[in-house]
């Protein structure tokens, strides 16, 4: 019913930027609780940041708040995670994720309904 695709992610520095992009179909992102997600080597999946359909308010992971922003772009059904001062710890599988209603829990994977493929995000340093 609703299609996650990621994109953007590649090879980059230490301290360079990456944008992700998510593009949703089935379904209007803005009927969509939404989220990233990331899972590195010999890691479980661990929660990146979220955005809700409602009020808009994100939340993001310790670990990248201040370095990365959450958006969504409703008139072409895009969710984005800009990612400045990028650090090894960063690299991991990237995905998306949307709840068909609220994501509660919005920091637990089992919170979310679909998922995408992922894309690869590696930082050298």
């Known amino acids: 019913q609703v299609t996650l695709v990621e994109s953007g992610g590649g090879l980059v520095q230490a301290g360079g930027s990456l944008r992700l992009s998510c593009a949703t179909s089935?379904?209007?992102?803005?009927?969509?609780?939404m989220g990233w997600f990331r899972q590195a080597p010999g890691k479980e999946r661990e929660f990146v940041a979220t955005?809700?359909?409602?009020?808009?308010?994100?939340g993001y992971a310790e670990s990248v708040k201040g370095r990365f922003t959450i958006n969504k772009d409703n008139a072409n059904n895009t969710m984005y995670l800009q990612m400045n001062s990028l650090r090894p710890e960063d690299t991991g599988v990237y995905y998306c994720?949307?709840?068909?209603?609220?994501?509660?829990?919005?920091?637990?994977?089992?919170?979310?309904?679909?998922w995408g493929q992922g894309t690869q995000v590696t930082v050298s340093s």
């Open positions: 994720a949307a709840c068909i209603a609220f994501c509660i829990g919005g920091d637990r994977p089992n919170a979310y309904d679909y």
């Open positions: 089935g379904r209007t992102s803005s009927s969509l609780d």
């Open positions: 955005i809700k359909k409602w009020t808009g308010s994100t």
